[in-house]
Every structure is written in structure tokens, then in C-alpha cells.
């Protein structure tokens, strides 16, 4: 199975800050990663698909890139709103793993 | 509007069958890949099993493969999930999930999930 290692595992940050999450994949996984933001007591949002391709309605401040093991998801101005878990998720092979999460707190 | 909402969670003694429910609305349900991903409260997801259009393909992770099994009625719009010998382990928040259209395997909508609790 292929792993995922997110990093950190907590960030704190403040309003306006500029914050890199980082997704490494125990093997190459070409541009096949996702991101999802998750606030408690709800289900997971996408965010990015295909490493870089940002989802219709998400604010122009997410961005990601990458491709192969290692991928970042950057959040150009911190919102209040941003703070969550970011999750990355590889589908490029069986079984679709997810990383352990980083805890975005603002 | 894509809903996704599923039912049938509920507590189960260990050793014990459940099986959940998931009702779809607001897009054609038979064009797209169906999963199920499981939280345990506090951690990650866990991807578990997924169902293309006409059931003709599943896949499992290994922890659930053999126990669960995952399929669709196109008629009724509905995804199912049936959960047998179940653990402790298995104690956790299940959601279903809609695969991307074009057949890439990432999740663009979901439901609110149905807790699942494994005690005696």
C-alpha cells in the first residue's frame, strides 16, 4: 500500500500569514492526490484534485503543486474561516489512502 | 443539489451485522463510482470499499475485505454498505462518498455520516 506522510502535524498560524501543508507519498504517485479541508463535526470538503486543479468555489488563496512523492497545499492569506484538518489522499492505486492529517489552527 | 444521506448506524454487539444505507439525490446516480470512507472519532479517514456504476467492479481495503461488502440499487438511487463479524475496531463515523465523473478516484461530494458503535 502506499503511504502518506502529512507535516506537520499541527500549525498554528495567524490571519493573513502565508502557510505551506506538505503530503509525501511512499512511492510515486504521478499528480493523483487530492486535498480535503474538514471542520469538526463535518464531512471532509474537497479542495484540490489532480495536485494542482482547484475545486469550483474555493477561494483563489488555495493553491497546490506537486507531483510524483511530494506535494504542498498553500494558503496564500490566512481566513479565520481556514482553520481545520487538511487532509491529502492519494487514487492512483488501490486502496485510495488518506495521510494522518494536519490541524490548521488560527 | 448533490445529497448524499445515510442511515442505518446504530450500536451492534461485537460479532454482530449492520448494514448502512445511503440515499442519492440531485444527479444521475448511475453515472459514478460510489465509495465509503470511515472516521474514527478524533483520527483519520479511512478509505474502505467502492462500487463503479453497474457493480460489475468493487474494491476493498484489506481490513474490511471479506467482512463488508458494498453494493448499489440504480433504481432506488440508493448505496449499501453490509458489515458483518464486526469489531471494535469497527467503531467509527461511516460516510459515503461520490467518485469523481470522469473516473478518477477522489471524492467531490459526501454525506454527513452515520455512526457505527461495536460494544458489548
Known amino acids: 500500500d502506499i503511504q502518506l506522510t502529512q507535516s506537520p502535524s499541527t500549525l498554528s498560524a495567524s490571519v493573513g500569514d502565508r502557510v505551506s501543508l506538505t503530503c509525501r507519498a511512499s512511492q510515486s504517485i504521478s499528480s493523483y492526490l487530492a486535498w480535503y479541508q474538514q471542520k469538526p463535526g463535518k464531512a471532509p470538503h474537497l479542495v484540490i484534485n489532480k495536485a494542482s486543479t482547484l475545486e469550483s468555489g474555493v477561494p483563489s488563496r488555495f493553491s497546490g503543486s506537486g507531483s510524483g512523492t511530494e506535494f504542498t497545499l498553500t494558503i496564500s492569506s490566512l481566513q479565520p474561516d481556514d482553520s481545520a484538518i487538511y487532509y491529502c489522499q492519494q487514487y492512483d492505486v488501490y486502496p485510495y489512502n488518506f495521510g494522518q492529517g494536519t490541524k490548521l489552527e488560527i | 443539489e448533490v445529497q448524499l444521506v445515510e442511515s442505518g448506524g446504530s450500536v451492534v454487539r461485537p460479532g454482530g451485522s449492520l448494514r448502512l444505507s445511503c440515499a442519492a439525490s440531485g444527479f444521475t446516480f448511475e453515472d459514478y463510482t460510489l465509495s465509503w470512507v470511515r472516521q474514527v472519532p478524533g483520527k483519520g479517514l479511512e478509505w474502505l470499499s467502492n462500487?463503479?456504476?453497474?457493480?460489475?467492479?468493487?474494491g476493498y481495503a484489506d481490513s474490511v475485505k471479506g467482512r463488508f461488502t458494498i453494493s448499489r440499487d440504480n433504481a432506488k438511487n440508493f448505496l449499501y454498505l453490509q458489515m458483518d463479524s464486526l469489531g471494535a475496531e469497527d467503531t467509527a463515523w461511516y460516510f459515503c462518498a461520490r467518485d469523481n465523473v470522469i473516473g478518477y478516484h477522489y471524492f467531490d461530494s459526501w454525506g454527513q455520516g452515520t455512526p457505527v458503535t461495536v460494544s458489548s
Open positions: 462500487i463503479n456504476w453497474n457493480g460489475g467492479s468493487r
